[in-house]
């Protein structure tokens, strides 16, 4: 079965490489079609590669991708447990906003990585990803500071998952506030994902 | 495994069903010589329900072991029970590794299904003390959880002195829904310490709007920023309890 999933999402990682679907095409080094375990339960999208990324070929290699790695252990898992992709394929140029368009032309990669991995929960990593998902699942985002640390289920595309935004690691680099935020969200995150205890901590102490 | 129980109105048990079937897709009920019983979690691990219904609440109520597990696919089960007429009662009988339903009405239709095995945990009884403690029509409660969701996807629940309050807010707007017991909206209130949670209406919601079909009266009880739980007697004795874990404010 893994191995069915990492054949499936490779060919998707190839279509991303050649892909001449936007604009973005022409300002990359090298795509980013994300990696990591492909019978994860958990998938983190974050919103679009940055400088190291676009270098690396790799999602989160940076500053904000050792945030991430530390957040991941909060939650209990490591990066080998589970799968990071972004919303976006290819670097925006000067690290810019993702575009609508672009998102919308990246989007069936995203959907179908979503499919061959089948997930039972997505933590979508700051504004432009929480957006999309709630515009799948046909849900009211307001802003990312509202709905972010809340659990939904949410269904979309024939599949039903468990939706946990959270603020981008990038905008907790330098706010501890912020940081204290995300922290909380990822503990969350190891409760639902098995490796903590949800509702179990309050009604057994 | 031989074991049969009879229970007066198929419909009932419908709802009962539908309501278990709020939290889980599959699961197990434990039968032993005092009570069917089931306790299982969400796969989100965010909210439980608990059932426990005596053998005083059924026509006949036979086992032959000193328990059983019953591992039941609710989906499967409930096509089943959907097909029961107003005045149909409904015999359950296990023979072997199949479940039998009969309905009996006018006519006796019997169905069979296969029992599945559950690989899970048991979950022990739940040890939580609350700080508010509501009685309230149940059908009231899923009006206001209806109102709210209107406006946002969390709502608080604010237990004062005399108030019970349910709040919802977002851009869209604000709702607040009050209940006392001198407005008549409370059967019962009791605060032993003023208390407020925050809770997901989507799992609320799913919960209420089925299971309000099962009692008249729900019980609900919550402390700060703790699980709430609502409580639901079943007409011939019995509880459907729900725990749901709070939503904690940043």
Known sequence: MCEVRKAILERIAEEV???????????RTRAVPGEGNPCTNVVLVGEAPGFNEDLQGKPFVGAAG????????????????????????CRPPGNRDPEDSEIAACEPYLIAQLKAIEPKIIVSLGRHSTRLFFRLAGLDFSSIMQ??????????????????PTLHPAAALYNPRLRGLVEEDFRLLGELSGKGRGLERWLYG | MSVRFEFQDARDWRY????????????????????LKLRALDPSRIAMVDLHVPREAFNTYEIEESQVKIGVNFDDLIKVLRRAKAEDKIIFEIEGRRFRIILAGKAERVFSLPLIDIVGEELPT??????????????????????????????RFVGEENVLR?????????LEAKFSPEGGSLIEYDVRHPSAASYSLSYLDDIVSRAYRVSEIVTVEFSTNKPLSLSFEIAGGGTLRYYLAPRLEA
């Open chain 1, 17 to 27: 490489r050649r892909c001449t679907r936007c604009p973005l095409q022409a300002y």
């Open chain 2, 126 to 155: 739940p040890k939580v003390s609350f700080d508010v403690i509501a009685k309230m029509l149940s059908d009231t409660l899923r009006d206001s959880l209806k109102d709210a969701e209107m406006i946002s996807d969390t709502v």
């Open chain 1, 147 to 164: 709905v972010r640390g809340e659990v939904r289920r949410v269904a979309f595309n024939g599949s039903e998952y468990l939706l946990l």
């Open chain 1, 66 to 89: 050792n945030l991430l790695n530390e957040l991941l252990k909060v939650a209990g898992l490591s990066r080998q447990e589970v799968f990071i992709t972004n919303v976006v394929k």
């Open chain 2, 16 to 35: 009962l069903m539908e309501s278990l079937n709020a939290i889980v897709d599959e699961a197990s009920f434990i039968m032993d010589r005092e009570a």
């Open chain 2, 166 to 174: 349910i709040i919802a807010k977002s851009d869209k707007g604000e």
